[in-house]
């Protein structure tokens, strides 16, 4: 079968012994406005269609279909403001979470590292066509545990990691943990070896700060002339200043003040629901644990604090090749 051409979004993927098989949706870019892709796949109704690319076939995308940008992050830490004002320029086509990658990188993973790798890098050049131009990839939380995967498989595409403070993190994630955090049986069982492969975390408080020091350590090993950092605090500023430069988008006032206006709305709002957007910093840090600050210390900070020296040293070597 021949691989898929036009405006065909990659719903789901799959991958077998004989190659990456797709299913299709007939989705227009210019759909992509909810928060998350799966959620404009349930909104918008469109036929579907199947696409095999043979195993022998697979990784062989053209390098002018890499992604404009890569987005990771320690979940509910701003990364969907971030996409959602992306979203506002006029140029890029932004994917937030989508589906195919989460099931080609949940593990166990069946294939060798290097076809995995090819995989994730004929799946990006489908996401490619289907933007017919520009287009960034936000990443499910989980997958930065497998940033090294994506980054080696988009080799030219810059990228940035979002942060926030941990102790913020951590109380959101206790509140309300991710989906795959709340299935014990089944993907969560497998990422958690990942995360705390001696299971040695006594509390669910240890186990969300275990979590986002095992995120900041993946990112650690990334080339870091490739990527930068963007704080919660930085934002919405650090999407015109920081993220959209850095993957080669130039902003002018008018998408500038698009972007600015399209931030005084919660980024999570259904389509066609918008409220207002309303800090919470200062009421999560009143919520957390001693037990939280405690383990949060102890497990997430000190690769938070080597990451953030990793990227300062870099950005210093940036400023003075820029004073050449």
Request: hydrophobic share 45%; glycine share 6%; proline share 7%.
């Amino acid at each position: 079968m021949r691989e898929n051409q036009g405006n065909q979004l990659p719903a789901r993927a799959v991958l077998r012994p004989d190659g990456l098989y797709l299913a299709l949706r007939a989705i227009d870019p210019g759909e992509l406005r909810d928060a998350f892709m799966q959620e404009t796949i349930v909104r918008v109704p469109a036929a579907e269609s199947f696409v095999h690319i043979a195993r022998e076939d697979i990784g062989k995308a053209a390098p002018a279909t890499a992604p404009a940008g890569l987005i990771f992050h320690v979940a509910r830490c701003g990364s969907t403001l971030l996409s959602q004002l992306l979203k506002t320029h006029d140029n890029l086509v932004v994917y937030a979470e989508p589906l195919p990658f989460n099931e080609l990188l949940l593990p166990p993973h069946q294939w060798p590292r290097q076809e995995l790798v090819a995989a994730l890098r004929s799946l990006g050049g489908a996401f490619a066509r289907h933007a017919r131009g520009p287009c960034v990839l936000k990443f499910s939380s989980w997958n930065t545990l497998f940033c090294d995967l994506l980054a080696e498989a988009f080799p030219d595409s810059p990228w940035v990691f979002s942060l926030r403070d941990p102790v913020e993190v951590g109380v959101s994630l206790l509140n309300q943990p991710a989906g795959w955090m709340r299935d014990a049986d089944g993907p969560a069982r497998e990422l958690r070896r990942y995360v705390d492969p001696d299971g040695a975390s006594q509390s669910p408080e240890e186990f969300v700060a275990r979590l986002y020091g095992a995120f900041c350590a993946a990112v650690g090993r990334l080339d870091a002339g490739r990527g930068r950092l963007v704080r919660y605090e930085t934002l919405p500023a650090a999407v015109w200043e920081i993220v959209a430069p850095h993957f080669s988008q130039s902003i002018d006032g008018r998408q500038r003040e698009r972007m600015a206006q399209a931030a005084r709305i919660d980024a999570k709002a259904p389509v066609g629901k918008a409220v207002g957007f309303a800090g919470d910093a200062a009421n999560k840090q009143a919520a957390a644990s001693a037990r939280l600050r405690q383990t949060v210390d102890a497990f997430a900070r000190p690769p938070l604090q080597l990451l953030e020296e990793l990227h300062a040293q870099r950005g210093a070597i940036r400023s003075n090749h820029s004073a050449r």
